[in-house]
């Protein structure tokens, strides 16, 4: 395990770099929502600088680092893959995991040509968790069809979107269903080194992890000739100094490799030149929890659940302003009304406002909109998005100028800079929108900059950072615009 490394060049991009995180309080999306609940926490939140911009608890916000207890974790689906003992908490150790078929998936394909583990993954339709629902079949053949002596697999850990923990808690209670994902992925692509990019602000997954990797290590199932076979593989874990950004993977890849982690242009894609210049795999923790399963169980068992263009199963994490907040397994396909009150038993107070899915930067749903099915493409349609499945669900008296304001101070906060419309556009937007809230009408002059930058934003980022900002802006405007028209226009 190992620290990204500082220095003045780089040291200066991180939030945490040097910062400990004690005594701290969260100012995500989710304690803004919740900050009634609790508006001295939440006041102390806005005091701190540097800021925390998610703990991984937003089923308990406001929330902090000093207090933190169990969520409900529950299954809702046919056959439980993500989550399944993770409630239980009957999958933590080595002990646990085997005896409950932990790591059969690897002795099965370590008996299979590589091909056939890409093969599966292919048929399973299983598409990325973390953020655009990109086929992960077709990435791994992509990195599977290059030729090169030096390949890595990258599990995605850096999970900072507001309103979601469903990383933490596989990463926590089940990490050797991680430390078999990745060895799986690297056994099917040819890759010998991996990496667990893991963020500062998840502490209790660094200690299950490091035990893990231990344990794994020991039993032969990392290290020189895996379970007595040729294939060697291990595993590094790579701790995050605060950066939201680095969820995006050429950012991830570029803060491995001791650099500022701004985002690369692209191509070359990672799949071709990724870490080091070399053919490199990168997904995040649930997308590769999903793997054992498919392939002990074949791609076509899991494609068959779910519906549509969205296979399989989907956790979900729901914020503290539901009645039964926590974290859920359901096949997609199921009415998103059934997430938000049947699961969740709907909002603490009041009615719906809106919730937010994958959130800080996606579309709102408006409560006419809670019949649609839950889908990558479905809630495409809607202006909305999967994301990492966290649900933030805001109250009838959410005033949505200071809504706009609080997540475009976030977006100016994290952007790494590299493009101009997020680097100056992100700020300026900031700048008119807490206006906005203020009471202050803007001039007519002052609306059109800002949503030519909203425009600009979206054209022209280099990355999802910028065009998340530009798409929630335009989802609040779209959909709730008639509360600002006292503000602007």
């Known amino acids: 395990m190992r620290k990204v490394p500082t220095g003045p060049e780089v040291d200066s991009f991180y939030h945490l770099s040097g910062i400990e995180l004690e005594h701290r309080y969260c100012r995500g999306l989710s304690c803004f929502a919740s900050r009634v609940q609790n508006p001295e926490r939440w006041e102390k939140a806005l005091k701190q600088w540097p800021p925390v911009y998610c703990l991984g608890k937003c089923y308990q916000s406001p929330s902090s680092t000093e207090e933190d207890e169990d969520p409900i974790i529950e299954t809702h689906c046919r056959k439980p893959i993500v989550l399944a003992g993770i409630a239980q908490g009957s999958v933590r150790s080595m002990e646990d995991y085997r005896s409950s078929g932990g790591y059969e998936a690897l002795e099965k394909a370590l008996k299979e040509e590589p091909e056939r583990v890409v093969h599966e993954v292919e048929v399973s339709q299983l598409r990325g968790r973390g953020g655009a629902g990109f086929p992960a079949g077709k990435k791994w053949r992509a990195v599977f069809g290059e030729v090169s002596p030096t390949k890595f697999v990258v599990a995605n850990a850096d999970e900072g979107d507001h309103g979601s923990y469903i990383d933490r808690f596989i990463m926590e209670r089940a990490p050797h269903r991680l430390i078999e994902a990745l060895a799986l992925s690297a056994y099917a692509i040819g890759a010998g080194k991996g990496y667990i990019y893991l963020r500062k602000e998840y502490p209790k997954c660094l200690d299950s992890l490091t035990q893990a990797l231990e344990e794994s290590r020991s039993a032969g199932w990392l290290g020189s000739r895996v379970a007595g076979t040729d294939f060697s593989f291990d595993v590094e874990i790579v701790i995050g100094q605060g950066s939201y950004v680095c969820g995006e993977e050429t950012s991830l890849l570029n803060s491995i490799e001791h650099r500022r982690p701004e985002v690369r242009a692209r191509p070359p894609f990672p799949t071709a030149k990724g870490l080091f210049g070399s053919p490199t795999l990168v ?50 396909g199921v009415p998103l009304r059934e997430i938000l009150e049947g699961l969740g038993g709907g909002i ?47 109250c009838e008296t959410t005033n949505f100028a200071e809504l706009l304001g609080h997540v475009f101070t976030f977006g100016a906060t994290e952007s790494c800079g590299k493009c101009v419309p997020c680097r100056l556009g992100s700020r300026r937007a900031e700048q008119l929108f807490w206006k906005m809230e203020s009471g202050v ?13 909203i425009d600009a934003l979206h054209k022209s980022s280099l990355c999802g950072h910028g065009t998340g900002l530009a798409e929630f802006a335009r989802s609040v405007i779209a959909k709730f615009g008639k509360e600002l028209d006292s503000c602007c226009g």
Do not use: Q
């Open 283 to 332: 997904n995040n923790v649930e997308t590769l929890s999903s793997v054992p399963w498919i392939v002990l169980h074949g791609g076509a068992s899991y494609a068959a659940l779910g519906f549509s263009t969205s296979r399989g199963t989907k956790a979900v994490s729901l914020n503290s302003m539901f009645r039964r907040p926590g974290l859920y397994e359901v096949e997609f």
């Open 348 to 394: 603490r107070t009041g009615r719906f406002k809106a919730v937010i899915i994958g959130g800080p930067l996606a579309g709102l749903v408006s409560p006419a909109e809670f019949d649609t099915p839950f889908g990558f493409d479905e809630m495409h349609g809607i202006g909305a998005s999967i994301g990492h499945g966290g649900i933030v669900a805001f």
């Open 441 to 453: 009408h803007l001039l007519e002059a002052e609306c059109d900059e800002l949503f030519d930058i």
